[in-house]
Nanobody, 123 residues
């Protein structure tokens, strides 16, 4: 059974930092697409960071320059380092994975999802 387990959410003041981790079990997504999404009440889940098929990182404009996505050497853990956080970054953050080397950063493309972790940024 494939599972994605997120950790690292919490509350922080504006300008602060948080680090999210997503550990995969039941399958090794070594060359497959993994990404981070976030969702706020009443809005669709949006892709914010992940890796493209050529290995380069992709970021949504809203987080580019502030967030950094990385994977460990075994490629079983996906990391999201979030710096200079803003109140508008408040959301539930999800890790997602699909058994494909191609990444399309749309929610319907992904097969597996973590349970989500809350990030709250206060002004």
């Amino acid at each position: 059974q494939v599972q994605l387990i997120e950790s690292g959410g919490g509350s922080v003041q504006s300008g602060g930092s948080l680090r999210l981790s997503c550990a995969a079990s039941g399958y090794t997504f070594s060359g497959d697409c993994m990404a981070w999404f976030r969702q706020t009440p009443g809005n669709e889940r949006e892709g914010i960071a992940g890796f493209q098929v050529d290995g380069s990182a992709w970021y949504a404009p809203s987080v580019k320059g502030r967030f950094t996505v990385s994977r460990d050497n075994a490629k079983t853990t996906l990391i999201l380092q979030m710096n200079t956080l803003k109140p508008e970054d408040t959301a539930i953050y999800y890790c997602a994975a699909v058994r494909s080397e191609v990444c399309i950063f749309l929610p319907n493309y992904f097969e597996y999802w973590g349970q989500g972790t809350q990030v709250t940024v206060s002004s």
